[in-house]
């Protein structure tokens, strides 16, 4: 695991700001958009997710809900 970053001080109006090193580390850049998503298996804990990333989650979630979805016969003869 890799040291972390910080502390950060959140803003007046809840922003914050990343670190360049760590923006670098993860292929963002300034105007590039992400989630911020509190994360289900650790409480108090934040992730920030690159929107290209939550894209390719939700579409691999869709399609195993295609995959275990029964098709239903809709022939009514």
Same mark, same amino acid.
């Given at each position: 695991? %890799?040291?972390?970053?910080?502390? #950060?001080? #959140?803003? +007046?109006?809840? %922003? #914050? @700001?990343?670190?360049? %090193?760590?923006?670098?580390? /993860?292929?963002?850049? &300034?105007? =590039?958009?992400?989630?911020? /998503?509190?994360?289900?298996? @650790?409480? =108090? @804990?934040?992730?920030?997710? &690159?929107?290209? /990333?939550?894209? $390719?989650?939700?579409? +691999?979630? $869709? $399609? %195993?809900?295609?995959? $275990?979805?029964? /098709?239903? =016969? @809709? =022939?009514?003869?």
């Amino acid at each position: 695991m %890799q040291p972390p970053y910080g502390p #950060i001080k #959140i803003g +007046a109006n809840g %922003q #914050i @700001t990343l670190p360049a %090193q760590l923006l670098k580390q /993860i292929d963002l850049a &300034p105007h =590039d958009s992400v989630f911020v /998503i509190k994360a289900e298996d @650790t409480e =108090d @804990t934040l992730m920030v997710v &690159p929107v290209e /990333i939550l894209v $390719r989650w939700l579409e +691999a979630g $869709r $399609r %195993q809900d295609v995959q $275990r979805t029964p /098709i239903e =016969d @809709t =022939d009514s003869t």
